[in-house]
């Protein structure tokens, strides 16, 4: 375990909500996981399979229950969380609910400006993030509450991160979003990716966007990691993945039944624009 190339390395680790009373419930057993730097990996799993309790270890919002969990070379337990914070950025489901400055530019500007960094250097990450996320610079003294949907969505996700973390979590990011804005938030966070090298975890139900933008599948099961593989030999195993009350992307299912009428044809494809190239070969 070489903590220059890995940004998360978890070893052993079992966490209990409730431990100690008759509600106790082992929410993850015996976890070993490593995700190395610059990874852009799928966490995928039913619900109650543990996800979101793995990722909340990431920056402290959850303390082992024994095991341990390394960030960047530091053990979360004995890291400062202020540190830990900086590093690790965490979007949740409908980040917008976490708005409550009076100005969208203060909102995003926020963590930052605890820090204590100098006013004209905010104002340029603040504006460089607006841009990246797709947000006009003159909405930067509006309210964020007389945004619309997607805006506040977008103002949110800026405040996360203008803040440069070294890993960034998304825990069902474009829950609620139609497939326009969903792309759109996508988009930007994998240009981010290829542009910072920052390590992402995408936490989804979407198998198809995860099938588009990660390099590498973890799947989770009762609060144990089932699989671990690239999309290809995940998504190429349909039955195993059906038991575990997933599935594959649509498009797979498509490319499957193709295949019993061109016997050449490729099913192990997980995107449409995969599937377009192939079966443009039959025509």
């Known amino acids: 375990m070489n903590a220059d190339t890995n940004s998360i390395i978890i070893s052993n680790l079992t966490f209990k909500y409730l431990e ?12 070993s996981l490593n995700i190395r730097k610059g990874e852009f990996i799928g966490l995928i799993g039913h619900t109650g399979s543990g996800k979101s309790t793995l990722v909340q270890h990431f920056n402290g919002l959850l303390k082992p229950t024994s095991g341990t969990v390394i960030i960047n070379g530091k053990d979360v337990s004995g890291k400062n969380l202020k540190e830990l914070r900086r590093q690790v950025g965490i979007i949740f489901q409908y ?21 204590g960094i100098d006013k004209e250097i905010i104002k340029q990450k603040v504006e460089k993030m607006m841009d990246i ?39 069902e990011p474009t829950a609620g979003l139609d497939p326009i804005g969903r792309d759109e938030i ?6 981010l990716h290829e542009e ?87 025509l």
Request: charge should be negative; charged fraction near 30%; aromatic fraction near 8%.
């Open 196 to 282: 910072t090298k920052n390590t992402v975890i995408l936490v989804s139900h979407s198998m198809e966007d995860v099938a588009k933008l990660v390099e590498r599948v973890v799947v989770m099961n009762k609060g144990k990691i089932e699989l671990d593989g690239t999309p290809t030999e995940i998504f190429r195993d349909c039955e195993r993945l059906e038991k575990l009350g997933l599935s594959v992307p649509q498009i797979t299912y498509l490319m499957k039944k193709l295949k019993s009428r061109f016997p050449e044809i490729n099913e192990d494809i997980f995107t449409v624009r995969e599937a377009k190239e192939e079966i443009l070969k039959f």
């Open 133 to 171: 996320v797709g947000l006009e610079r003159g909405l930067m003294k509006t309210s964020p509450f007389e945004l619309s949907g997607g805006q506040k969505r977008r103002a949110a996700i800026a405040g996360v991160l203008v803040m440069e973390p070294s890993i960034l979590v998304l825990d």
């Open 186 to 191: 996508f988009g930007f966070i994998k240009n």
């Open 20 to 31: 100690g009373t008759s509600f106790e419930k082992t929410a993850l057993c015996d976890i």
């Open 95 to 115: 980040p917008e609910h976490q708005l409550f400055e009076e100005t969208v530019y203060d909102d995003i500007a926020f963590g930052l400006t605890r820090q």
